[in-house]
């Protein structure tokens, strides 16, 4: 029962957070790029994507890390490719959450010179910005890492389609 719950979690979260990461990427960045957007609506949208990646990233290690603790002893997560596709989901999560929490603590400190701990605290709130800052600036700040976290989302995606099909011969 408590393995289908962490099931039931993780992939609820796993595609609440990946169809975030695709949602901004495929409608937010091509609308900020156009000027379509408002700053502060692009800001607010920014922010929310960092909430979800903070709330995905208490729900899926807790899942996954008990998933890994039934399912994997020691030579199946280092001697299969069940275990490898396990440890590179666990890689491409951290890399996905810590290029989101980058991108967007890019364009905090562009808005508003604080520190990490104030960042992780209060994220990027509107009132952060100010006058001078410009949608084009942080669309141009954010771009790069909003870009990178779509490939990682994909590519984790697809390796959670692979792990679905058991005895996947590769």
């Given at each position: 029962?408590?393995?289908?719950?962490?099931?039931?979690?993780?992939?609820?979260?796993?595609?609440?957070?990946?169809?975030?990461?695709?949602f901004v990427a495929y409608l937010l960045l091509p609308d900020a790029g156009r000027d379509v957007l408002s700053r502060d609506a692009y800001v607010v949208q920014m922010d929310r994507l960092l909430r979800v990646t903070r709330w995905t990233g208490v729900v899926l290690p807790i899942t996954g890390l008990y998933q890994i603790w039934a399912?994997?002893?020691?030579?199946?997560?280092?001697?299969?490719?069940?275990?490898?596709?396990?440890?590179?989901?666990?890689?491409?999560?951290?890399?996905?959450?810590?290029?989101?929490?980058?991108?967007?603590?890019?364009?905090?400190?562009?808005?508003?010179?604080?520190?990490?701990?104030?960042?992780?605290?209060?994220?990027?709130?509107?009132?952060?910005?100010?006058?001078?800052?410009?949608?084009?600036?942080?669309?141009?700040?954010?771009?790069?890492?909003?870009?990178?976290?779509?490939?990682?989302?994909?590519?984790?995606?697809?390796?959670?389609?692979?792990?679905?099909?058991?005895?996947?011969?590769?």
């Amino acid at each position: 029962m408590l393995l289908t719950v962490s099931y039931l979690l993780h992939v609820v979260a796993a595609g609440f957070w990946a169809g975030a990461v695709l949602f901004v990427a495929y409608l937010l960045l091509p609308d900020a790029g156009r000027d379509v957007l408002s700053r502060d609506a692009y800001v607010v949208q920014m922010d929310r994507l960092l909430r979800v990646t903070r709330w995905t990233g208490v729900v899926l290690p807790i899942t996954g890390l008990y998933q890994i603790w039934a399912l994997y002893p020691w030579t199946r997560l280092v001697g299969t490719v069940d275990g490898w596709l396990v440890l590179s989901m666990f890689g491409l999560w951290g890399l996905l959450n810590g290029v989101i929490e980058r991108g967007v603590f890019v364009m905090r400190k562009e808005a508003d010179p604080v520190g990490y701990g104030t960042f992780l605290r209060e994220g990027f709130p509107r009132d952060a910005l100010t006058e001078e800052l410009t949608l084009e600036r942080l669309h141009h700040l954010g771009r790069p890492y909003l870009s990178v976290s779509v490939l990682l989302a994909a590519l984790l995606l697809g390796n959670a389609a692979l792990l679905a099909v058991p005895g996947l011969p590769l």
